[in-house]
């Protein structure tokens, strides 16, 4: 009589990870809760240094350079020195700068930690998304991505209602806020011994002999198109900060409103990404990411029929935010995939930098566009980044092999359970 393995399939074993994973993940959490100077530093220059609304711009413009090559460079030390290494003097060396800049006084010296903080700020991402592919399972690594995107959206909403708090009386403290949680994600790393263990020293062995570099990366035509349409999905994503304020206030609407609009984001992600992630874990990574950008791109585009109206905001943000998390629930899993073991630093690092690039571009595509055709026309063009991000990323699933998380016999259903090991 043959055995019925129905228990055993129904029932799949969690996979196990280092409790590593699980320090990671809140000490990037916590750092994620700090992230409450970028937000306000234009306030800041404004109404604390009484700078013009030029010069602000300025000194952001300064930001976003450092944000577009910062990972890149971190990426390169997360394969060559170390992921471990990397993130101790990134977490430092920013933390320096944010407790300098409240003593800085002259346009150029902002300008300058501006580019110090944008080089910085983001660096620690591509060691830390190196280290969950060192830690994990192959089988769990989808979903310890989304798990780790869930965890810093909580820490994001913590900055949010932390920069609330403080922005109007005590701004400066901004600046310390951020320093505490940059040290403290430090001290987690260096007390925990996160990267510290044989998969990290593996990795930098097979990095220092190989010839995976930046001239290689830059042959690939598989991962060079997932970075060109995930700059096409950011520059419809940024205009809800660089679009979205302009067309409310036009619209008549108060500043208070796009901060609940923000509030129904942050919840949006922490409720969303645990509710979609079975249906995430049964599809291919570049069919979810697909369904993200045109959601996203749906999203914006509902933005045209909620003119002067909080409840109109309100659903297309609920749209755009399912968008978000369709998509940064699944992103890291195809570079994971793309990325050769000795390179994937690099390949992170260069992916993340998408993410600056896009803040340079998305401001002059929403005042061209408002210049050109007001709000209209400014989500028609976010709507129509979206749809071309969601065909390109349908194109590339087809001359890719990337299929659903790889399972292995007792793990059909990947879960995530810790162990001592």
């Not at 989808?142 to 403080?166: F, M, P």
């Amino acid at each position: 009589m043959a055995r019925d393995n129905r228990t055993t399939q129904s029932h799949p074993a969690p996979l196990r990870v280092p409790t590593a994973y699980w320090m990671l993940v809140g000490g990037f959490t916590i750092c994620r809760s700090g992230c409450v100077v970028v937000p306000f530093l234009s306030l800041y220059l404004v109404r604390q240094q009484y700078f013009s609304a030029a010069d602000a711009a300025q000194v952001s413009a300064a930001f976003g350079a450092g944000w577009a090559i910062g990972p890149a460079v971190a990426g390169w030390f997360a394969d060559h020195v170390g992921r471990r290494q990397t993130l101790l003097v990134a977490l430092s060396a920013v933390a320096a700068v944010y407790l300098t800049l409240p003593a800085l006084q002259t346009l150029a010296a902002l300008t300058a930690a501006a580019l110090a903080v944008g080089f910085l700020f983001d660096a620690p991402r591509p060691a830390v998304l190196a280290l969950v592919a060192d830690l994990v399972p192959e089988q769990a690594r989808g979903r310890a991505y989304a798990r780790l995107y869930w965890a810093s959206n909580i820490g994001a909403g913590a900055a949010g209602t932390v920069g609330t708090a403080l922005a109007d009386n005590h701004i400066t403290a901004l600046f310390y806020v951020a320093a505490t949680s940059n040290l403290a994600f430090a001290a987690t790393v260096l007390i925990c011994k996160i990267g510290a263990g044989p998969p990290a020293k593996t990795q930098l062995r097979r990095a220092a002999s190989s010839a995976t570099g930046y001239r290689a990366l830059l042959h690939d035509g598989g991962f060079l198109a997932l970075c060109g349409l995930t700059l096409l999905y950011l520059c419809s994503y940024q205009q809800v900060l660089f679009g979205l304020p302009v067309a409310m206030d036009r619209d008549g609407l108060n500043p208070s409103v796009y901060g609940i609009i923000s509030l129904i984001n942050a919840i949006g992600v922490v409720a969303f990404q645990p509710l979609l992630q079975p249906w995430i874990d049964r599809r291919t990574p570049l069919t979810v990411c697909a369904a993200g950008a045109i959601t996203l791109g749906l999203g914006m585009g509902g933005n045209l029929g909620a003119q002067q109206s909080l409840i109109g905001y309100g659903l297309a943000a609920a749209a755009w935010t399912l968008g978000e998390v369709l998509f940064f629930s699944s992103v890291m899993t195809v570079v994971e995939r793309l990325a050769p073991d000795d390179a994937r630093g690099r390949y992170t690092g260069i992916w993340a930098s998408t993410m600056g690039i896009s803040a340079l571009i998305a401001p002059l595509i929403s005042s061209a566009a408002l210049h050109a055709g007001g709000p209209e026309l400014m989500w028609t063009t976010s709507l129509a980044l979206g749809a071309l991000a969601a065909i390109g990323l349908l194109a590339l699933k087809r001359h890719t092999d990337i299929t659903t998380t790889p399972t292995t016999p007792g793990t059909a259903d990947p879960d995530l359970a810790p162990t001592r090991a």
